[in-house]
């Protein structure tokens, strides 16, 4: 399921990513204040799931701390994030991390790297920059987050900035199509492919279209929220669909619950049918709205 999924992962935290820099412009006229907090905690998620290191808030290591917020004492490595990580800025950050103590110590004889994350803005190309500092901006950390991805490291990015920002911010912007995406991705698996003829076991079935009915219920992948839930749609035929492919998800766990006794699933052969007519219906499903929209996605039903 990965190449979709990624791809629909990868625009929804892009748009997620412009929400947040919105949302910072909208509280300049009362100052960074709270918002910095939320950023500053956002980003310790954000960096982790990126693979830069296992980050801890710098500000319960010492109170007001200027120089970084962020740190991992392990691959040695700090984070300052700000708004704007403009020359102002960045000549101040550089001048805290260099500042030496009584002992002749600065903070650079601690940390060999430091990355400033500006949110809306970086001074990337800064000519006074040193060869320890490396200047971001949101597009260079969603880079990083696509380019090194896997479906754990969005959804965990995702559902971060997704808790983390005030539920007046959640409008769900995101397009229906890359939401869908999404949802084929997590569809395109062996518990929808398979016939029962040549599926595995009964319980790794119902874990597969488990999780397909949370990401189209809930919006979530492994209990993170990603993406929309099935009332936040808004257009009818991709609704008709996920409905559909619910409704007959529902209808293969009836089938297998009458099987069910003490646990131990005994399907007949006419059972046997029954669910695999109702995936012939999901995958038939799967490829016209893949058609429709030209998504260049196709599933088909595997027979022995």
């Known amino acids: ?17 412009a929400l947040l820099k919105h949302f910072l412009e909208m509280q300049k006229s009362s100052g960074f204040g709270e918002a910095s907090r939320i950023v ?48 102002v800025k960045l000549r101040k950050t550089i001048a805290a991390f260099e500042k030496k103590n009584e002992q002749g110590k ?13 949110v809306n803005s970086a001074q990337k190309g800064w000519k006074s920059c040193p060869a320890y500092c490396e200047i971001l901006d949101s597009d260079c950390l969603v880079a990083k987050l696509v380019s090194d991805a896997d479906v754990d490291s969005l959804s965990i990015a995702i559902n971060a900035i997704r808790k983390h920002q005030g539920s007046s911010l959640l409008l769900m912007p995101y397009s229906d199509v890359n939401c869908l995406n999404v949802v084929l991705g997590v569809m395109n698996r062996s518990a929808i492919k398979h016939s029962m003829a040549c599926e595995g076991s009964v319980e790794g079935m119902k874990q597969g279209l488990s999780e397909v009915q949370e990401i189209i219920g809930k919006g979530s992948i492994k209990g993170r929220s990603v993406t929309k839930t099935i009332s936040e749609y808004s257009n009818p035929t991709i609704i008709k669909f996920l409905r559909q492919v619910q409704d007959c998800i529902s209808d293969i766990d009836a089938v297998v619950h009458s099987a069910t006794y003490k646990e131990f699933c005994n399907l007949n052969f006419e059972q046997s049918n029954k669910i695999d007519e109702l995936k ?18 196709s599933m088909k039903l595997t027979r022995v």
Do not use: C, P
Request: glycine content about 8%; proline content about 0%.
């Open 1 to 17: 399921m990965a190449d979709l999924t990624i791809s629909g992962l990868s625009k929804i935290l892009s748009t997620e990513i």
């Open 40 to 87: 500053e905690i956002l980003a310790r998620e954000l960096f982790t799931a990126a693979g830069y290191g296992k980050f801890k808030d710098a500000h319960l290591k010492k109170v007001n701390q200027e120089a970084f917020d962020l740190y991992d004492d392990k691959s040695l490595v700090a984070v300052q994030v700000t708004a704007n990580a403009g020359s």
């Open 106 to 118: 600065s903070l650079l004889d601690s940390y060999g790297k430091l990355y400033v994350w500006g």
């Open 280 to 297: 012939k219906h999901i995958v038939s499903a799967v490829n016209n709205i893949s058609e429709e929209y030209s998504l260049g996605f």
